[in-house]
């Protein structure tokens, strides 16, 4: 049986984030556009930099890409997030709050080390 099966993937090692707005990218995780000003609050107090809807990815750091990458999970419609390598590019104050994040969304979540 396929344990991973159901699960969205979060390789923070590779992490799948386009180069377009914010706005679009909630779109592809099928987050409403309503709570996407509560996504990118959610990344600051994570990350300490302001995001906006409108703003463009591709300028956002590895570590910061990662962040997002964790927070679009938490807020898309998945039950259950399978996280790989979780602490790359990411210090360890950042890292914790990330695992707070993804501990407190109530949704399934497994952990991985890099391949």
């Not at 344990?3 to 590779?14: E, I, P, S």
């Not at 706005?23 to 709570?35: F, H, M, N, T």
């Not at 679009?72 to 390598?85: E, G, M, P, T």
Request: proline share 3%.
């Amino acid at each position: 049986m396929d344990t991973n099966t159901g699960y969205l993937l979060a390789d923070a090692a590779h992490p799948l984030i386009s180069s377009g707005p914010v706005w679009e990218e909630a779109l592809l995780y099928g987050i409403p556009a309503e709570r996407v000003e509560e996504l990118c609050a959610c990344f600051e107090r994570i990350s300490g930099k302001a995001l906006s809807s409108r703003d463009i990815l591709s300028e956002l750091s590895g570590g910061q890409k990662v962040i997002l990458m964790v927070c679009l999970s938490v807020f898309s419609q998945a039950k259950k997030i399978r996280c790989v390598d979780l602490e790359h590019s990411l210090d360890a104050a950042k890292h914790e709050a990330v695992k707070l994040l993804l501990e407190s969304s109530g949704k399934a979540i497994r952990y991985e080390e890099g391949r």
